[in-house]
């Protein structure tokens, strides 16, 4: 993914690079070839280099030059004001928090999948100390005694047991906590320094705000699994809407922060040439009902997770001895079923994940032929690996009965997808109407 990432941006550099040397009679040109832009002898290598997928740097000199071509531009407006180095750091900091609640989803369900979230059973706003001494601890642990989770299921459950569920639960809210002050920090740093502009300002408070709330539904969501559940053979869960509530929240500030990132950093989408852009307008089409398929078949795994249901009919491709359970629409009413009966729930998701490798693949199929830039064909074709893959992560974990690995193998493997979707999405966007004007027809094979 991160290789992808890094070839779309530097495949943006090059765009910018290919417009100065090739529009020197264009207005904007001359600004451009005032900065220290490459020979024009030296573009075959540098597409040649850039095909074969070396390494280069994310931000090094792209964002310097995309900034001097953008800020020519009429009705293009940018995220971040105070020059090149501003636009650098300011997306630095937004790709780190991107990861940050990457990192935090991951965490996230290995807690889910080692049973520790319901092993905190109060919560503060502002956070608290862990025990630190073996009266703390007994103290804990008595309070978790109450719950219908040790009562039901880990009745008779040592203490030292109960300190690594306690451990899980206390660094996943911490790391939620570190993540406000990470983000909060330089927001007010990036403010006194006037790089954001109010547009970006707007955005970003919206993110941060989403993000304070996600304290809140998360422990909305593990209360609901504190209560006594309604029949004496059921095992306390949490409640299936409020897990699908909370992972989408996050799904939604991770994409926010992500989507902004790339924003900040590419302003425009890397195009050289009006059949590039019109090729991208055709694949534009086929992605955006891809992503909606991508995020639909994401958050039905929330579901999954929720009705604790990848530990019911692990066989594939078929559900035990059938295809499809006759208990799949034993509920009433009837839309109850696709939220909370274990069958109907595992089956959606073998559906729409089945969808989604469907679509993917028609996506490359129909767009293989295409006169499309290198990075948006680079895109497709990493985006139809990782849905490969992450198939096979979710028959492995079913077939395996959910192991924590794998489980958590398979969730961080859903939002790598949907970050490729997001990145291909981002990358189709059309050039602003300055570019647009500046743009040869086919792209010169011979830049001298």
Not at 116 to 138: H, I, N, Q, R, V
Request: net charge positive; aromatic share 12%.
């Amino acid at each position: 993914m991160f290789r992808a990432v890094r070839s779309v941006l530097k495949q943006n550099k090059e765009a910018f690079y290919g417009l100065a040397r090739g529009s020197s009679n264009r207005v904007f040109t001359s600004q451009i070839t005032a900065s220290t832009v490459p020979s024009a002898s030296s573009s075959p290598l540098a597409l040649r280099s850039l095909l074969k997928g070396q390494n280069a740097s994310l931000f090094r000199n792209m964002t310097t030059v995309a900034a001097i071509s953008s800020e020519s531009k009429e009705g293009l407006k940018l995220l971040v004001s105070g020059g090149p180095q501003a636009r650098k750091w300011v997306g630095m900091w937004l790709f780190g928090s991107s990861a940050w609640v990457f990192s935090m989803v991951v965490l996230g369900g290995v807690t889910r999948l080692t049973r520790s979230g319901l092993s905190m059973t109060d919560w503060k706003f502002t956070g608290e100390f862990p025990p630190l001494s073996d009266e703390a601890w007994a103290k804990e642990f008595e309070k978790y005694k109450q719950s219908p989770e040790y009562k039901r299921v880990n009745k008779g459950m040592n203490l030292e047991d109960f300190k690594f569920i306690y451990w899980m639960e206390y660094a996943h809210r911490m790391w939620g906590r570190g993540l406000g002050i990470m983000f909060a920090l330089p927001f007010s740093y990036f403010l006194r320094k006037g790089y954001i502009t109010l547009r970006l300002g707007v955005k970003l408070s919206g993110l941060f705000a989403l993000g304070a709330g996600q304290g809140f539904i998360g422990w909305w969501m593990v209360k609901s699994g504190l209560e006594e559940p309604p029949s004496e053979h059921s095992q306390p869960r949490v409640s299936p809407y409020r897990l699908a509530a909370h992972l989408t929240s996050a799904f939604a500030i991770y994409c926010g922060l992500f989507w902004t990132a790339l924003s900040v950093v590419m302003p425009e989408p890397p195009a050289e040439s009006l059949a590039w852009v019109r090729g991208a307008a055709k694949v534009k089409k086929l992605a955006l009902p891809v992503s909606l398929i991508v995020g639909i078949t994401a958050i039905s795994g929330a579901f999954v997770a929720g009705n604790d249901a990848g530990r019911a009919f692990n066989t594939f491709p078929k559900m035990g001895d059938t295809w499809i359970p006759d208990s799949i629409f034993e509920m009433k009413p009837l839309i109850r079923n696709f939220f909370e009966n274990t069958a109907t729930v595992q089956l959606d998701h073998r559906l729409l994940a089945t969808t989604t490798l469907f679509a993917i693949g028609t996506m490359w199929w129909f767009t293989r032929r295409l006169d499309i830039h290198p990075a948006v064909k680079a895109l497709i074709g990493s985006t139809v690996g990782m849905t490969a893959v992450q198939v096979t992560l979710g028959v492995s974990t079913l077939l395996s009965y959910v192991p924590v690995s794998l489980g958590s193998a398979h969730q961080a493997g859903a939002l790598t997808l949907l970050t490729l979707m997001l990145l291909l999405n981002h990358t189709l966007r059309k050039p602003s109407p300055s570019l647009l004007k500046s743009l040869p027809q086919v792209v010169k094979s011979n830049f001298s």
